[in-house]
């Protein structure tokens, strides 16, 4: 794995995630005098947002739209007014590269925001307890669907008693996770944080995962104590708020950025068969060799999936998980406005393509 710093090291901002690709976004914005920067809070119609010359209070009436899915979130990068008016306000937002989104219980069903502009999902799994590929699968389809690289964490790894077992274990989670990198770390004894961070510092990440997965442990190891204060002292509007409380959205000490937003850690399938469809993509080129074109891979004569489970090529609980990943969201997407859905993938799935071909090109493949 070849991994490169920000490519614009020197702007202010590169810390938070700054890189060519904004720069240029950015370009007619600052012809008109405005300032970057990203989200790091949002709360009652206003957010805090990192400058270049450190973190202000911003109102987002002007860029609000009615549709909860436009909503500046953390994480988001924008234009804001040059000078400390009162208040100041967030002139446009960059389009997302990538989003997170969940379903809320409203009648509508609509979808809402919880991170933009995300480029690794890391899933924690606990290796204190028996691994449920199910659960990480489901996780993995979320991690996709957002448009981020998913990467999975095998969190406690020092309560596995040997390197044999350990060994089985991350092998169990690759086959269940094509093209997805998998790291044994611990928090207790240090094992494998520098492989993770070195992954991290290539640019923004989320942690996913059940409870008591270890990510608040994991978040505490990557931040460390005087980060956080060397941020607050660089507050310039903070007047000793205390930030490391109130911030969603904070930059790495070995690079990269870590946002934690309250929401995103219990966060549901939404929409996600493009997500799914990635986590299973052995069972979608199965499908290409199909009979029929619409073979569900129940009892279709001809079925290339069901041979490939008769043959043992193909684990049937992973055709299981599949299917069960599929209905699930099927359920939600039903009750979901299709005009909504349609947006959602107009507006950040081609930003999401164009975003990791710009993260790519700048920091090699993972394989
Ligand atoms: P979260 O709910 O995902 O944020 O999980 P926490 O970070 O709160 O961790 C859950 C429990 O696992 C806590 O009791 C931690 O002390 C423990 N834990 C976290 N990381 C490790 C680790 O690397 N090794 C061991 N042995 N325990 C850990
Ligand atoms: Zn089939």
Same mark, same amino acid.
């Given at each position: 794995?070849?991994?490169?710093?920000?490519? $614009?090291?020197?702007?202010?901002?590169?810390?938070?995630?700054?890189?060519?690709?904004?720069?240029?976004?950015?370009?007619?914005?600052?012809?008109?005098?405005?300032?970057?920067? =990203?989200?790091?809070?949002?709360?009652?119609?206003?957010?805090?947002?990192?400058?270049?010359?450190?973190?202000?209070?911003?109102?987002?009436?002007?860029?609000?739209?009615?549709? %909860?899915? !436009?909503?500046?979130?953390?994480?988001?990068? +924008?234009?804001?007014?040059?000078?400390?008016?009162?208040?100041?306000?967030?002139?446009?937002?960059?389009? =997302?590269?990538?989003?997170?989104?969940?379903?809320?219980?409203?009648?509508?069903?609509?979808?809402? *925001?919880?991170?933009?502009?995300?480029?690794?999902?890391?899933?924690?799994?606990?290796?204190?307890?028996?691994?449920?590929?199910?659960?990480?699968? =489901?996780?993995?389809?979320?991690?996709?669907?957002?448009?981020?690289?998913?990467? $999975?964490?095998?969190?406690?790894?020092?309560?596995? %008693?040997?390197?044999?077992?350990?060994?089985?274990?991350?092998?169990?989670?690759?086959?269940?996770?094509?093209?997805? %990198? $998998?790291?044994?770390?611990? /928090?207790?004894?240090?094992?494998?944080?520098?492989?993770?961070?070195?992954?991290?510092?290539?640019?923004?990440?989320?942690?996913?995962?059940?409870?008591?997965?270890?990510?608040?442990?994991?978040?505490?190891?990557?931040? +460390?104590?005087?980060?956080?204060?060397?941020?607050?002292?660089?507050?310039?509007?903070?007047?000793?708020?205390?930030?490391?409380?109130?911030?969603?959205?904070?930059?790495?000490?070995?690079?990269?950025?870590? *946002?934690?937003?309250?929401?995103?850690?219990?966060?549901?399938?939404?929409?996600?068969?493009?997500?799914?469809?990635?986590?299973?993509?052995? *069972?979608?080129?199965?499908?290409?060799?199909?009979?029929?074109?619409?073979?569900?891979?129940?009892?279709? %004569?001809?079925?290339?999936?069901?041979?490939?489970?008769?043959?043992?090529?193909?684990?049937?609980?992973?055709?299981?998980?599949?299917? !069960?990943?599929?209905?699930?969201?099927?359920? #939600?997407?039903?009750?979901?406005?299709?005009?909504?859905?349609?947006? #959602?993938?107009?507006?950040?799935?081609?930003?999401?393509?164009?975003?990791?071909? /710009?993260?790519?090109?700048?920091?090699? =493949?993972?394989?």
């Amino acid at each position: 794995m070849n991994f490169s710093v920000s490519s $614009v090291p020197s702007h202010p901002l590169a810390p938070y995630g700054w890189d060519e690709g904004w720069d240029a976004e950015f370009a007619p914005y600052a012809e008109q005098g405005l300032l970057p920067g =990203r989200v790091v809070r949002v709360d009652r119609g206003q957010c805090d947002v990192v400058t270049p010359f450190g973190t202000v209070r911003a109102d987002t009436e002007f860029v609000v739209p009615r549709d %909860p899915m !436009k909503v500046v979130c953390t994480g988001d990068w +924008g234009a804001v007014d040059p000078e400390g008016g009162d208040p100041r306000y967030v002139r446009t937002l960059l389009p =997302r590269r990538t989003a997170f989104v969940r379903s809320t219980s409203s009648k509508r069903s609509e979808g809402q *925001i919880l991170a933009a502009n995300v480029d690794y999902a890391v899933v924690a799994v606990s290796l204190a307890v028996e691994l449920d590929l199910g659960r990480i699968e =489901r996780f993995l389809a979320l991690a996709w669907e957002s448009g981020a690289q998913p990467v $999975v964490v095998l969190s406690k790894a020092d309560l596995v %008693p040997d390197a044999v077992t350990l060994g089985h274990l991350v092998q169990d989670v690759e086959t269940t996770s094509p093209g997805v %990198p $998998v790291l044994p770390v611990s /928090a207790t004894t240090g094992e494998g944080l520098d492989v993770l961070e070195a992954v991290l510092a290539g640019g923004t990440s989320v942690l996913l995962g059940q409870s008591g997965a270890g990510k608040s442990t994991l978040a505490n190891a990557l931040l +460390g104590e005087d980060v956080m204060e060397v941020q607050a002292a660089r507050d310039v509007d903070g007047k000793g708020r205390h930030t490391t409380t109130t911030r969603n959205l904070l930059a790495l000490p070995g690079g990269g950025v870590l *946002i934690d937003t309250p929401g995103l850690r219990g966060v549901g399938l939404w929409d996600a068969e493009t997500g799914v469809g990635q986590v299973f993509s052995e *069972i979608e080129s199965l499908a290409a060799d199909c009979r029929f074109h619409d073979c569900a891979h129940v009892a279709e %004569p001809g079925c290339a999936v069901l041979a490939a489970v008769d043959s043992g090529a193909l684990p049937e609980r992973r055709l299981d998980s599949y299917r !069960k990943l599929l209905r699930e969201n099927q359920r #939600i997407v039903a009750k979901t406005d299709a005009r909504l859905r349609a947006e #959602i993938r107009r507006d950040w799935k081609r930003k999401g393509a164009e975003g990791r071909a /710009a993260m790519e090109a700048k920091r090699g =493949r993972w394989h």
